[in-house]
T-cell receptor
Framework: DTAVSQTPKYLVTQMGNDKSIKCEQNLGHDTMYWYKQDSKKFLKIMFSYNNKELIINETVPNRFSPKSPDKAHLNLHINSLELGDSAVYFC??????????????FGPGTRLTVL | QKEVEQDPGPLSVPEGAIVSLNCTYSNSAFQYFMWYRQYSRKGPELLMYTYSSGNKEDGRFTAQVDKSSKYISLFIRDSQPSDSATYLCAFLNQGGKLIFGQGTELSVKP
Protein backbone atom coordinates (compact mmCIF):
# COMPACT_ATOMS: atom_id res chain seq x y z
CA ASP A 1 0.00 0.00 0.00
CA THR A 2 3.01 2.26 -0.47
CA ALA A 3 1.91 5.66 -1.74
CA VAL A 4 5.12 6.60 -3.57
CA SER A 5 7.52 3.78 -4.36
CA GLN A 6 10.97 3.81 -5.94
CA THR A 7 13.20 1.10 -7.34
CA PRO A 8 15.91 0.26 -6.71
CA LYS A 9 16.48 1.29 -3.11
CA TYR A 10 20.26 1.05 -3.48
CA LEU A 11 22.33 1.42 -6.62
CA VAL A 12 26.10 0.96 -6.73
CA THR A 13 27.77 1.43 -10.09
CA GLN A 14 30.96 2.43 -11.84
CA MET A 15 31.76 5.82 -13.33
CA GLY A 16 30.68 6.10 -16.95
CA ASN A 17 27.76 3.68 -16.66
CA ASP A 18 24.13 4.50 -17.49
CA LYS A 19 21.43 3.75 -14.92
CA SER A 20 17.72 4.31 -14.37
CA ILE A 21 15.58 4.85 -11.29
CA LYS A 22 11.86 4.19 -11.39
CA CYS A 23 9.08 5.86 -9.43
CA GLU A 24 5.41 5.05 -9.13
CA GLN A 25 2.64 6.71 -7.13
CA ASN A 26 -0.79 5.25 -6.39
CA LEU A 27 -2.29 8.44 -4.93
CA GLY A 28 -3.95 9.56 -8.14
CA HIS A 29 -1.83 12.73 -8.16
CA ASP A 30 -1.20 14.78 -11.28
CA THR A 31 2.27 16.08 -10.41
CA MET A 32 5.51 14.22 -9.78
CA TYR A 33 8.99 15.41 -8.86
CA TRP A 34 12.60 14.31 -8.65
CA TYR A 35 14.81 15.66 -5.87
CA LYS A 36 18.49 15.15 -5.11
CA GLN A 37 19.74 15.04 -1.50
CA ASP A 38 23.49 15.41 -1.13
CA SER A 39 25.71 14.12 1.65
CA LYS A 40 24.97 17.21 3.75
CA LYS A 41 21.23 16.45 3.61
CA PHE A 42 20.58 19.41 1.31
CA LEU A 43 17.45 18.55 -0.70
CA LYS A 44 17.02 20.24 -4.06
CA ILE A 45 14.42 19.87 -6.80
CA MET A 46 15.59 18.62 -10.19
CA PHE A 47 12.45 18.13 -12.28
CA SER A 48 8.69 18.26 -12.07
CA TYR A 49 6.05 16.77 -14.36
CA ASN A 50 2.37 17.62 -14.40
CA ASN A 51 0.22 15.07 -16.16
CA LYS A 52 3.21 13.83 -18.20
CA GLU A 53 4.33 17.36 -19.15
CA LEU A 54 7.66 18.79 -17.92
CA ILE A 55 6.99 21.95 -15.90
CA ILE A 56 10.13 22.42 -13.79
CA ASN A 57 13.59 21.76 -15.14
CA GLU A 58 16.32 23.02 -12.84
CA THR A 59 19.92 23.55 -13.87
CA VAL A 60 20.74 19.88 -14.08
CA PRO A 61 23.32 18.33 -16.45
CA ASN A 62 21.67 16.99 -19.57
CA ARG A 63 23.03 13.56 -18.62
CA PHE A 64 19.88 13.43 -16.47
CA SER A 65 16.72 12.74 -18.43
CA PRO A 66 13.34 12.26 -16.80
CA LYS A 67 10.58 10.37 -18.54
CA SER A 68 6.93 10.14 -17.62
CA PRO A 69 5.11 7.36 -19.49
CA ASP A 70 1.88 8.18 -17.63
CA LYS A 71 0.92 10.42 -14.74
CA ALA A 72 1.51 7.66 -12.17
CA HIS A 73 5.10 7.03 -13.22
CA LEU A 74 8.21 9.19 -13.43
CA ASN A 75 11.55 7.62 -14.22
CA LEU A 76 15.01 9.14 -14.11
CA HIS A 77 17.72 8.02 -16.50
CA ILE A 78 21.31 9.07 -15.88
CA ASN A 79 23.97 8.73 -18.57
CA SER A 80 27.73 8.62 -18.09
CA LEU A 81 27.59 8.59 -14.30
CA GLU A 82 30.12 10.72 -12.43
CA LEU A 83 31.40 10.58 -8.86
CA GLY A 84 29.46 13.77 -8.04
CA ASP A 85 26.19 12.05 -8.91
CA SER A 86 26.45 10.01 -5.71
CA ALA A 87 23.47 11.09 -3.60
CA VAL A 88 20.03 10.02 -2.50
CA TYR A 89 17.37 10.65 -5.14
CA PHE A 90 13.80 11.14 -3.98
CA CYS A 91 10.66 10.98 -6.01
CA UNK A 92 7.60 12.88 -4.77
CA UNK A 93 4.06 13.56 -5.91
CA UNK A 94 1.34 16.10 -5.22
CA UNK A 95 -2.24 16.61 -6.29
CA UNK A 96 -1.56 19.87 -8.09
CA UNK A 97 1.31 21.99 -9.34
CA UNK A 98 1.86 25.71 -9.01
CA UNK A 99 2.19 28.31 -6.31
CA UNK A 100 -0.82 27.28 -4.26
CA UNK A 101 -0.07 24.97 -1.43
CA UNK A 102 -0.45 21.26 -1.93
CA UNK A 103 1.35 18.61 0.07
CA UNK A 104 4.15 16.69 -1.55
CA UNK A 105 4.49 13.03 -0.62
CA PHE A 106 7.97 11.59 -0.84
CA GLY A 107 9.16 8.13 -1.72
CA PRO A 108 11.74 6.21 0.35
CA GLY A 109 14.66 7.34 -1.79
CA THR A 110 17.26 5.64 -3.98
CA ARG A 111 20.79 5.75 -2.62
CA LEU A 112 23.14 6.00 -5.61
CA THR A 113 26.85 5.38 -5.13
CA VAL A 114 29.19 5.93 -8.06
CA LEU A 115 32.62 4.31 -7.69
CA GLN B 1 23.06 35.37 0.53
CA LYS B 2 21.42 31.96 0.55
CA GLU B 3 17.68 31.93 0.01
CA VAL B 4 17.18 29.77 3.12
CA GLU B 5 19.47 29.37 6.11
CA GLN B 6 19.09 26.57 8.66
CA ASP B 7 21.56 25.53 11.31
CA PRO B 8 22.45 21.90 10.49
CA GLY B 9 23.21 21.02 14.12
CA PRO B 10 23.51 18.32 15.29
CA LEU B 11 21.31 19.15 18.26
CA SER B 12 21.21 16.77 21.23
CA VAL B 13 18.66 17.21 24.04
CA PRO B 14 17.43 15.10 26.98
CA GLU B 15 14.00 13.53 26.84
CA GLY B 16 11.30 15.98 27.95
CA ALA B 17 13.18 19.08 26.80
CA ILE B 18 11.67 21.85 24.70
CA VAL B 19 13.32 21.99 21.29
CA SER B 20 13.50 25.08 19.11
CA LEU B 21 14.40 24.75 15.42
CA ASN B 22 14.80 27.81 13.26
CA CYS B 23 15.14 28.99 9.68
CA THR B 24 15.66 32.38 8.11
CA TYR B 25 14.82 33.22 4.52
CA SER B 26 15.45 36.09 2.16
CA ASN B 27 12.66 35.77 -0.42
CA SER B 28 9.70 37.86 0.72
CA ALA B 29 7.56 36.25 -2.01
CA PHE B 30 7.42 32.93 -0.13
CA GLN B 31 3.83 32.38 0.89
CA TYR B 32 3.74 28.87 2.34
CA PHE B 33 5.97 27.70 5.16
CA MET B 34 6.48 24.07 6.00
CA TRP B 35 8.35 21.74 8.28
CA TYR B 36 9.26 18.26 7.14
CA ARG B 37 10.61 15.47 9.32
CA GLN B 38 13.02 12.92 7.88
CA TYR B 39 13.95 9.78 9.76
CA SER B 40 17.24 8.12 8.94
CA ARG B 41 17.17 6.33 5.57
CA LYS B 42 13.57 7.47 4.90
CA GLY B 43 11.87 10.10 2.76
CA PRO B 44 10.78 13.46 4.22
CA GLU B 45 7.23 13.64 5.57
CA LEU B 46 5.22 16.78 6.13
CA LEU B 47 4.91 17.72 9.78
CA MET B 48 3.21 21.11 9.61
CA TYR B 49 2.48 23.91 7.20
CA THR B 50 1.19 27.44 7.53
CA TYR B 51 0.81 30.51 5.37
CA SER B 52 0.38 33.37 7.80
CA SER B 53 2.43 35.04 10.48
CA GLY B 54 1.73 33.74 13.97
CA ASN B 55 1.59 30.38 15.67
CA LYS B 56 0.01 27.10 14.62
CA GLU B 57 -0.19 24.27 17.11
CA ASP B 58 -0.56 20.53 16.54
CA GLY B 59 -0.14 18.42 19.66
CA ARG B 60 3.40 18.83 20.95
CA PHE B 61 4.45 20.79 17.87
CA THR B 62 4.10 24.54 17.29
CA ALA B 63 5.07 26.26 14.05
CA GLN B 64 5.78 29.96 14.26
CA VAL B 65 6.15 32.38 11.36
CA ASP B 66 7.36 35.97 11.50
CA LYS B 67 7.11 37.36 7.97
CA SER B 68 8.43 40.78 8.94
CA SER B 69 11.66 39.25 10.19
CA LYS B 70 11.65 36.44 7.57
CA TYR B 71 12.03 33.87 10.29
CA ILE B 72 10.23 30.61 11.02
CA SER B 73 10.51 28.27 13.98
CA LEU B 74 9.34 24.85 15.05
CA PHE B 75 8.94 24.13 18.75
CA ILE B 76 8.68 20.61 20.12
CA ARG B 77 7.39 20.28 23.67
CA ASP B 78 8.10 17.28 25.89
CA SER B 79 10.50 15.87 23.31
CA GLN B 80 10.65 12.08 22.95
CA PRO B 81 13.34 9.74 21.62
CA SER B 82 10.97 9.05 18.71
CA ASP B 83 11.38 12.72 17.70
CA SER B 84 15.02 12.00 16.80
CA ALA B 85 15.22 12.85 13.10
CA THR B 86 16.33 15.56 10.70
CA TYR B 87 13.92 18.49 10.51
CA LEU B 88 13.79 20.44 7.26
CA CYS B 89 12.15 23.80 6.81
CA ALA B 90 10.65 24.34 3.36
CA PHE B 91 9.16 27.24 1.47
CA LEU B 92 6.95 27.30 -1.62
CA ASN B 93 8.03 29.92 -4.13
CA GLN B 94 5.95 31.60 -6.81
CA GLY B 95 7.18 29.16 -9.44
CA GLY B 96 5.68 26.27 -7.48
CA LYS B 97 9.05 24.99 -6.28
CA LEU B 98 9.72 23.80 -2.76
CA ILE B 99 12.92 25.37 -1.43
CA PHE B 100 14.40 23.43 1.47
CA GLY B 101 16.72 24.39 4.27
CA GLN B 102 19.71 22.19 4.93
CA GLY B 103 17.97 20.36 7.76
CA THR B 104 18.73 20.20 11.50
CA GLU B 105 19.65 16.81 12.90
CA LEU B 106 17.96 16.29 16.28
CA SER B 107 18.76 13.59 18.80
CA VAL B 108 16.59 13.14 21.90
CA LYS B 109 18.33 11.08 24.56
CA PRO B 110 16.30 8.93 26.98
Amino acid sequence: DTAVSQTPKYLVTQMGNDKSIKCEQNLGHDTMYWYKQDSKKFLKIMFSYNNKELIINETVPNRFSPKSPDKAHLNLHINSLELGDSAVYFCASSQLAGSSYNEQFFGPGTRLTVL
Amino acid sequence: QKEVEQDPGPLSVPEGAIVSLNCTYSNSAFQYFMWYRQYSRKGPELLMYTYSSGNKEDGRFTAQVDKSSKYISLFIRDSQPSDSATYLCAFLNQGGKLIFGQGTELSVKP
